[in-house]
Structures are given as C-alpha cells and as structure tokens.
C-alpha cells in the first residue's frame, strides 16, 4: 500500500528546473520568481500536483558544473528521482550544449522514463517525438555563442579604451562617482605600502605573512566582505586573519599599485571552457598613470628585480642571517646552508646543502665563516663606492660597459628558449583547434575533449607563463640604461659602510658565489668569493691610487688561516 501510494505521489510530482544568469541581462521575463509562476502554471495544466525544484542562480548554461542540475541528474541516473518529469522554461534554461542537451532529452530521460518539458518550444516527450529537438539544441548552442561574441565585443571597446576590465585589487576601490575610475581604499592601501616596505627591508614573504596574520589584519577577502563587497575568486578560513605567502606574492606582483590599468591580461579559447589562460604580453593592453599610485614605480621595479629567489633565512632553532639565499655552491649551484658551531655558537658559518645532505653531488663543503665573509663584503662595498665617488666618470663608463655585455648575452640566451616555447604554443592551437572540430562534429565526445582539452590548456599555461617571464625580461633590457642609473645612484648612497644590513644586502647585490677553500703552492690557503650585483653582474674595479685594497683573512675551526684578496676574486 506504501508502495502504491509513494509510486502515486512520484507520478504527480514533476521537477521544475530554473536558471537565470548574468547573459540575461535585466529582463524580468528570466527571472527566478516568474520563472517559478509560469512552469507551476503549466505543470498544473498537465496534471501534475507536486512540484520539487532545482535552482541554479546566477550560473551560465554553458557550464557543465551547475550544482543543482547535476543533483537532479544524478537522481534521474541513479534511479532516486522522486519525481516523473521535467519541465523547464524553454531549451536555452536546460543547457546550451546542444550534444549534452540531446543526450540527456533523447537518451537519459527516456531510459528511465523521466518526462520532459520545454514551454517555449512546445516540446513534451509524451506526446511523442519531436523532430525538431535536435535542431533546437544546436539553436541554443549559436545562441550562446552569439552571446560570448557580443560580450566580448563589448569588452574589446571598453578594454581598448582604458576601461578597468576587472576588479580593483586590494587597496583600490571603485569610484563612487564614476564606477570606471579606481580610487585609493587608505585602510588597505596602507598594508600594501607596508608589505613593499618589509619585503625592500629584507622580510620574507612567509614571515610577512605571518607579521599580518599576528597583528590580525583581515586578509583581502575578509576585509572585503567586512565593507559588504562580495568578490569571486577566493575563499574566507575562519581566522580572518590567515594570510599566506601566495597573497603577498600576488600583491608584490600587482603592477596596477603603480596607477596603471591592465586589460586583457587573460582570455579563453571557448565559450564553452571556463577556464581562463594567462594572455602574451603584447596582447595585452597598458595604460599608465590613470589612477593615483599607492606604490612608486621604482620601488615596484626593485621589487620584481628580487622576485624568484627561494631564500632559506633560518638555522634549525629558527635563527635567521641576512646572507641566506644570496650564497651559492660556486661547483654545484646548490644553496648554502646557514648553521652555528654546536660546541661554540659563536662561531656561525655556510656550507653547500648538497655536500651537507650527503647526497653526492658536491664533493667539497664550500665552507666559509659569516664573520670572515662579512668583512670582505663590507670592504668590496667601500672599494666599489670609493671607486664611484672618486673616479665619478670611469666608473660610470665600467658599469654601463658591463651591463651591455651581460645584457647582450642574457638576450641571445632568453632569445633562443622564447623561439622554442612560441612554436610549441602554436603547435598547441592547431591541436586545439583540430580537437574542438571533431568534438563539434562527433567524432571526440564531450568528455574525452574535456580531459584532452584540460591537458592541453595546462601545458599552454605553462608555455604562456614562461613566455611572459622571457619577454618582460626582454623588454627590461631596453630599459637596462635607466635600471644601470639606480644602481649606480644606490651605490653612491652607501659610502663608507661599517656595518651590513639585509637591505643593503639586498640593493646592491644579486648573488655571491662561494667556492671551496684550496691551498696554493704559496702555502697559502685562499677562498675565493665572487660577487655578483644587480644589474651588471661581477665588476672587475681596476686598480687606481685612491682605491684600498681588500684583503681580509681569518683563522678557521681547524686552526687554518684562510686568506682572501682581491687578486683572486676573478680567478
């Protein structure tokens, strides 16, 4: 008797399906409420009494993740519908896909004997067969298509001239008296000054983090959703304070802190794939100072001239030394380690990790004292910005020599991978393309392509980052003459040094190699140091009168006097 009645009550029951989205615009006719009003009103004309619904808000027809229609389909296959039938506004409501509209309306439903619905096609699976389904789909589908056109002509115009495409980022807002214009948010904006001021100064991006998340600060989302700003494209932890090293990244990445806008700097290559891929360089569109900076473009470009180093500042018990992660294995390549003496932690010194994690690739410990290692950096800068203050013209005239030399070389290098990567990428558009056919034919069914299409548009995202690193630094070397100008300007501004700081560290030098201590025939044991800084790499300072000398040596753990000088710093 239940089983009658529950069969009974599943009879009269009919799922109502309703999807609006933002292609529909303002027209009331779409709307969720008179959405509801009609499909009730013909379900009842029907016959039907019960009605359950499944809404999805706000979500394209193209998307095949839509979390409700999903549910009601996996009811309908997995035979735990509780409910006869469907019935939907028109076909467009249903999905766009024409391919996995058929399906479902010529294949799923009737295998499990689920009704179905269209209102403004006139379409009811009971009454028979509809020869015009199929055409209606694919009618649904050049809809959606017209629809992305339309849309992205639309943000082509406004792109094009100078319209914000997305969002202002975290320490902007909207203007209130022109939604086109971005104005500075003071709260915000003033943690981003902070995060370039910390990170200039030396700070890490994990210990920014953590400086952040101490002093409960909000994190851009929960601060967002504190001023009543719903943004997509992220999530709120329950500490609203949980910052990480990605967001400060994303910050120190955000070129549009110097006042310019950035459109068109990602795209998708279908209306039917969500995802989006990051956009060349030159197909991307930059319109400076149109907007107040929070950030000066110096400081921005500083910064970027320090990011891609994975900098390890802490021993074991969590000490940290400014020299962790400029030190490089001179043989290997590796990262030096920081460390102290167990019987004596006075004594602190590096060694290359490779030869410390006993992994064989490097032979020799590379080791060297950081209080030996200290005095001959502070002497290189007094001699370097002797050299500048004294020979004013002559050291001008090094450095750009220098810089040309490495830029030249840095170039030809960068040149050769940007030529691989582009024709990889193109090789991967005419894959795409051939795919994309032969799904929109039947020959590649819509999961297949799915899974193809994913691993396709991963490597071009990869390809495409990549190409974006090599030709920014393509164009930076245009502009090598200005950045040679800073450094020589910061060189000068750090006369007569007594004492290192990571920021001085971090302004004037890119690199330091370290090498092995080796015993001459002399009977002298000497380690060489090469130091590499930014923008021109190792300068060879000749020598003149007024210059000093550096010559520094220290006795080691094992009662070695190990010498430096600068004879052997280019040998």
């Not at 279908?270 to 400076?288: A, G, H, Q, T, V």
């Not at 582009?422 to 819509?446: C, H, Q």
Request: glycine residues 6%.
């Amino acid at each position: 008797m239940k089983q009658s009645k529950q069969k009974n009550s599943i009879e009269n029951t009919i799922a109502l399906y309703l999807r609006i989205s933002r292609d529909d615009g303002t027209d009331e006719s779409y709307s969720i409420q008179n959405q509801r009003k009609l499909l009730q009103k013909v379900a009842k004309e029907k016959g039907f009494t019960n009605f359950v619904e499944f809404v999805d808000d706000g979500v394209s027809g193209t998307n095949k993740d839509r979390k409700n229609f999903k549910r009601m389909i996996e009811q309908v296959e997995q035979g735990t519908a509780l409910f006869s039938a469907v019935i939907v506004k028109d076909v467009t409501r249903f999905a766009r896909d024409y391919i996995r509209a058929g399906m479902y309306i010529e294949e799923v439903f009737p295998e499990n004997d689920i009704r179905f619905i269209s209102i403004g096609e006139g379409i009811d699976s009971n009454e028979g067969d509809n020869p015009f389904i199929g055409f209606m789909n694919i009618t649904s589908e050049y809809y959606s298509r017209d629809i992305s056109k339309k849309r992205r002509l639309s943000n082509l115009v406004k792109g094009n001239a100078g319209e914000p495409l997305s969002e202002p980022p975290y320490g902007y807002i909207k203007d209130p008296d022109n939604s086109k214009k971005w104005i500075i948010d003071k709260v915000p904006a003033t943690v981003v000054k902070r995060i370039y001021s910390d990170y200039l100064g030396g700070r890490g991006t994990e210990q920014i983090a953590c400086d952040l998340k101490k002093e409960k600060i909000l994190t851009p989302m929960n601060y967002w959703a504190s001023i009543g700003i719903n943004r997509a494209g992220g999530s709120r932890s329950e500490n609203p304070s949980a910052w990480n090293s990605s967001t400060i990244v994303k910050i120190l990445t955000t070129q549009e802190y110097c006042g310019d806008v950035i459109n068109f700097k990602t795209y998708s290559k279908s209306y039917k794939l969500k995802k989006r891929l990051k956009n060349k360089p030159e197909d991307m569109k930059i319109f400076k100072e149109v907007h107040e900076p929070i950030i000066s473009r110096e400081d921005f470009d500083r910064v970027q001239q320090k990011r891609g180093k994975i900098r390890k500042r802490k021993t074991s018990d969590g000490e940290v030394n400014m020299f962790s992660g400029l030190l490089t294995c001179a043989d290997c390549g590796s990262n030096l380690n920081y460390h102290f003496n167990q019987k004596n932690h006075d004594i602190k010194y590096f060694n290359c990790s490779s030869n410390n994690n006993n992994r064989g690739e490097c032979t020799q410990t590379h080791y060297i004292r950081v209080d030996f290692l200290e005095q001959i950096v502070v002497k290189e800068i007094n001699r370097l910005t002797k050299f500048a203050t004294q020979y004013e013209k002559q050291f001008a005239e090094l450095i750009m020599g220098y810089s040309k030399t490495l830029v030249e070389s840095d170039r030809q290098n960068k040149q050769k991978e940007l030529y691989s990567l582009t024709a990889r990428d193109k090789d991967l558009d005419v894959l795409f393309n051939r795919m994309y056919e032969d799904n929109i034919s039947g020959k590649i069914d819509d999961e297949r392509f799915a899974r193809m299409s994913k691993t396709y548009s991963d490597e071009q995202s990869e390809i495409a980052e990549k190409l974006k690193l090599l030709r920014a630094e393509l164009d930076k070397s245009n502009e090598k003459e200005i950045t040679t100008d800073m450094f020589i300007s910061t060189v000068r501004k750090y006369t007569r040094i007594k004492k290192l700081t990571r920021q001085i560290l971090n302004e004037l030098i890119d690199e330091i190699k370290i090498h092995h201590a080796e015993k001459l025939a002399t009977g002298e044991t000497v380690q060489i140091v090469t130091i590499y800084w930014n923008c021109v790499g190792i300068i060879e300072i000749p020598e003149l009168p007024k210059l000093p000398i550096v010559d520094v040596s220290i006795n080691t753990r094992q009662g070695v006097n190990i010498k430096y000088s600068q004879k052997t710093l280019l040998t």
